[in-house]
């Protein structure tokens, strides 16, 4: 039989393959992730809620791997906010053993890639357990020189300005500065995430387009990336997706 040549087909694949590929121009540098959808994707499959989380603990370390492999230089998870302690207990101390759990499981691995773990969110009033562990791998990896794997951990965006704003006042009274001496940069640097970059790409999992106090200051100029699928599936190929998108848009911070 002979060959019929389908030129028009393979140029289809070429330029497929090419969209698949990440440049290495124009990554984002701190990346923000939602994690959503635990619960339901173990619902799909008849597993109880905690399984979801379990599932999606493990994916942290499957994605802190990809961020790495990309060049991200800043990873910040949203791993528990201030309004998830309205869920059953049950659920909340499920949660606060997972750092030390993900810790147990990972932290070795996650030092031999010279990662450094930082957290943001009201730190002190977390379980002893769930400080203990995660205060000993801060302390571990404080001198490791790549990737920060940044763990909203008891975070909420507006506590946190609130909080920035009574620090503020406080020493103003002190008299350290005087009003007028406030800006953005210096107001930023009362916030959880300090002097830590804003992310350049923020993505939320399982369908949900909304920020749930995350990050309102940090994210006034970040470009925001939306999936409908859940936590626990969310993999290399949709990672690679996100960034693929990213180096699509044009960031022009109010200009032209
Ligand atoms: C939201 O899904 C997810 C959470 C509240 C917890 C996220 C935590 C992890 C992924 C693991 C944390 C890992 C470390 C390293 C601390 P949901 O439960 O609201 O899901 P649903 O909306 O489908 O119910």
Same mark, same amino acid.
């Given at each position: +039989? ?23 121009? =124009?990554?984002? #540098? ?7 959808? =635990? ?11 905690? &399984? ?14 990809? &961020? ?5 230089? !800043?990873? @910040? ?18 949660? +606060?053993? /997972? ?6 499981? %990972?932290?070795? #691995?996650? !030092? ?32 490791? @020189?790549?990737?920060?794997? =940044?763990? &909203?951990? =008891?975070?909420?965006?507006? %506590?946190? !300005? ?33 002097? /830590?970059?804003?992310?350049?790409? /923020? ?5 949900? !387009?909304? /920020? ?8 006034? %100029?970040?470009?925001?990336?939306? @999936? ?7 993999? #290399? ?8 998108? %990213? ?10």
């Amino acid at each position: +039989m002979p060959m019929i040549k389908l030129p028009f087909l393979k140029k289809k694949t070429s330029k497929v393959k090419q969209e698949n590929i990440v440049s290495q121009d =124009n990554l984002p #540098e701190h990346v923000a992730i939602i994690m959503d959808g =635990n619960g339901r994707w173990a619902n799909k499959r008849g597993l109880p809620r905690f &399984a979801g989380h379990k599932e999606g603990m493990d994916n942290v370390k499957t994605i802190v791997k990809v &961020a790495n492999k990309y060049n991200v230089k !800043i990873l @910040t998870l949203y791993a528990f906010s201030t309004e998830n302690w309205k869920r059953p207990k049950k659920e909340i101390d499920y949660l +606060m053993k /997972l750092p030390m759990e993900f810790l147990n499981t %990972y932290l070795p #691995e996650l !030092i031999e890639e010279n990662v450094q773990i930082q957290t943001i969110g009201e730190f002190d009033v977390l379980p002893t357990h769930t400080k203990s562990a995660v205060q000993k791998a801060k302390n571990q990896t404080k001198e490791n @020189t790549g990737l920060i794997l =940044n763990i &909203a951990l =008891n975070y909420g965006s507006r %506590y946190e !300005i609130v909080q920035a704003i009574k620090k503020l006042v406080d020493d103003i009274d002190k008299q350290d500065f005087q009003l007028g001496d406030i800006n953005e940069e210096m107001f930023g640097n009362y916030l959880y995430t300090g002097d /830590l970059r804003d992310p350049d790409l /923020l993505i939320r999992t399982s369908g949900e !387009i909304r /920020l749930s106090n995350f990050l309102l200051w940090q994210s006034a %100029y970040t470009e925001f990336w939306f @999936t409908d699928v859940f936590w626990p599936d969310f993999n #290399e190929n949709i990672f690679k997706k996100a960034l693929i998108d %990213y180096q699509k848009r044009k960031r022009r911070y109010g200009g032209i």
